[in-house]
């Protein structure tokens, strides 16, 4: 069982063999080292509940603790701090435990998840925002799953709105003799479209601009929108040709990344739930007319501002996000999902409320089922303001990830050619721009600093890659010296303990990302388990250390860390080269 947990639970038996009841007893590292390796603040609130002096029931446990053999110092400090310093060999015993078990930490009572994440959308470029989105859910998706969580992670596509009309009109305006537009055309061939996935992406400026200037345009566009809504046997072929066209690479993009969906659906596979779901909402009387449109209404005495009707069908019969995303809910409640998280910008919320709104009020989600918006903020260029490309056009994720290449390439020893250079500086960019993404809240803004996130001795991905680099070559150095038994025995420098010490917080850090549903303490432990192993190795030399005894506990402390690095670099879904 994990030591710290222990240690709580020891504290809390003896806060009730002395009648203090308390829910949990958490010990965080000390904020004054001088007094203690860790720290408990809970008897303020104790003793303010049962009106009691803190100094006396501080005093009082402390006595208690210093009896156990795991306790060397128990400090009473301020009102009634409780500081805590760990007997060597209890350290060292758990650590050896560790070692041989390799069970880094422990699972949570399982749960079933949905993570509905990336939400690219069809024929359109892949921006920041999407990076955050794939990036930040892929995580979540990986804490979840490392802490026991059954998880299934959803790509929805954005294939089946206004957008796809509009590409459909420009493809026909420029292709009138594509064979989906001939009068014998078979529903069930493919339609070979005559240009790359760039022409695709450079069309859908083009289109959204026609339509936005000409209101005859816009008509024609949500014309082709509902008859492809409606299973047209044409346009149906044309779409389905864009859709594969577009998502071959979506799909390389997010092998780079290392992010991967088990599902590939998509807004257009809710059409099918739409019709039986709109009978069951009818029947229920939960919808009402509006200007020719049909919507639920979902707003609440709560509200502070004001929370619009979802619309249903828009009054030119066509369907948007809202119904696809409350259709998607409709077939979701089949798989009985404990929780539904949906990592998007955090300025698409409102949308959420709604369609929360409107699902449970309908009952569509059981009540027993949490839905999650899980909104994160923006990336932005050095202005402050939303990241941009030289001409001042949106960044698509490919610019950035080139852009943080050629810095990448800079920083890359001589040595490294070919192939290799290639294959290394693809996986220490995306270490680069993943890490930089994940190390703040994520609902909060950050400004994409290039040179900041690509410093290989700073707070950043190559940073961590370059320590674990290290350390697996320091390990297999000692693998080859054929050392005895790997044992922890004597720490004997307080950098090698400390070091030890900060891998006692890693579940506490993993539980506390999971609930906040953010990466960035992760990130954060990640980097300060790297520096404070630095320190140590900066001021110790490993392998020519005589005391036998040091020595293997030297080298099994950094196999401790090394493979805590793998554990949590898999996470948050960083690769580590061979060499860099
Ligand atoms: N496609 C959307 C966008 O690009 C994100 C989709 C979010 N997920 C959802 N179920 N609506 O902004």
Redesign the pocket.
């Known amino acids: 069982m994990n030591f710290l947990k222990i240690q709580e639970s020891k504290i809390k038996s003896i806060l009730k063999s002395f009648h203090y009841d308390v829910e949990e007893v958490s010990l965080i590292p000390s904020t004054k080292k001088e007094l203690g390796d860790f720290q408990y603040n809970g008897i303020m609130a104790i003793a303010k509940r049962m009106d009691q002096n803190p100094l006396e029931i501080a005093n009082l446990i402390a006595k208690e603790l210093e009896k156990d053999e795991d306790f060397a110092k128990v400090i009473v400090a301020g009102p009634g701090f409780l500081n805590i310093t760990f007997q060597d060999q209890a350290l060292l015993n758990y650590a050896n435990l560790l070692l041989e078990e390799k069970c880094y930490f422990e699972k949570l009572p399982s749960k079933k998840i949905l993570i509905?994440?990336?939400?690219?959308?069809v024929a359109?470029v892949l921006h920041v925002?999407?990076l955050r989105?794939a990036n930040i859910g892929e995580s979540l998706k990986r804490l979840a799953k490392s802490l026991g969580y059954e998880v299934i992670g959803?790509v929805?596509?954005?294939d089946y709105g206004l957008q796809m009309g509009m590409i459909m009109l420009e493809i026909q305006t420029r292709y009138p003799d594509l064979s989906c537009f001939q009068t014998d055309f078979h529903a069930d061939t493919v339609v070979d479209l005559p240009i790359t996935n760039e022409d695709l992406i450079n069309l859908y400026p083009i289109a959204s601009q026609k339509a936005k200037a000409d209101e005859k345009i816009m008509e024609k566009a949500r014309h082709i929108t509902y008859l492809l809504q409606q299973n047209d046997p044409c346009y149906k072929a044309l779409w389905r040709s864009i859709l594969a066209l577009s998502t071959k690479d979506m799909k390389e993009i997010y092998q780079e990344l290392d992010v991967h969906f088990d599902l590939w659906n998509g807004?257009s596979d809710a059409e099918q739930f739409i019709p039986e779901m709109l009978d069951y909402l009818r029947k229920k009387s939960l919808t009402t007319l509006s200007e020719g449109a049909e919507i639920i209404s979902v707003e609440e005495e709560i509200d502070k501002l004001p929370v619009p009707p979802l619309l249903l069908i828009k009054s030119n019969e066509t369907v948007s996000?809202e119904t696809?995303?409350l259709a998607?809910l409709w077939d979701r409640k089949k798989e009985n999902y404990d929780e539904i998280w949906?990592?998007?910008?955090k300025r698409?919320e409102l949308?959420?409320i709604q369609?929360f709104r409107a699902a449970t009020k309908s009952s569509i989600i059981p009540k027993t089922t949490k839905l999650e918006f899980i909104g994160f903020g923006t990336m932005n260029g050095k202005d402050g303001k939303p990241f941009k490309t030289r001409d001042g056009g949106v960044l698509s994720l490919r610019e950035l990830m080139n852009l943080v290449n050629e810095e990448t390439d800079k920083n890359m020893i001589p040595a490294i050619q070919g192939e290799e250079r290639i294959l290394t500086s693809k996986i220490i960019t995306a270490a680069t721009i993943k890490f930089a993404d994940l190390l703040s809240h994520r609902a909060t803004d950050y400004i994409f600093d290039l040179k900041k996130f690509s410093d290989t001795s700073g707070k950043t991905g190559p940073f961590i890659l370059y320590s674990t680099v290290r350390m697996r070559s320091l390990l297999k150095k000692a693998k080859e010296e054929k050392i005895k038994k790997l044992y922890f025995q004597n720490f004997k420098v307080l950098s090698a303990k400390k070091v030890f010490l900060h891998l006692l917080n890693l579940q506490k850090v993993l539980e506390k990302s999971l609930q906040e549903k953010s990466l960035h303490e992760l990130a954060n432990y990640l980097y300060y388990l790297n520096n404070t192993y630095n320190n140590f190795y900066a001021e110790n030399r490993i392998l020519t250390e005589k005391e036998e005894s040091v020595k293997s506990t030297w080298i099994a402390l950094t196999k401790l860390v090394y493979d805590v690095n793998l554990l949590l670099l898999d996470i948050l879904a960083i690769q580590v080269p061979t060499r860099m």
């Open positions: 509905d994440y990336g939400g690219p959308n359109k925002g999407h989105s959803d929805h596509l954005g807004e996000y696809t995303d998607t949906y990592v998007v910008d698409q949308h959420f369609v």
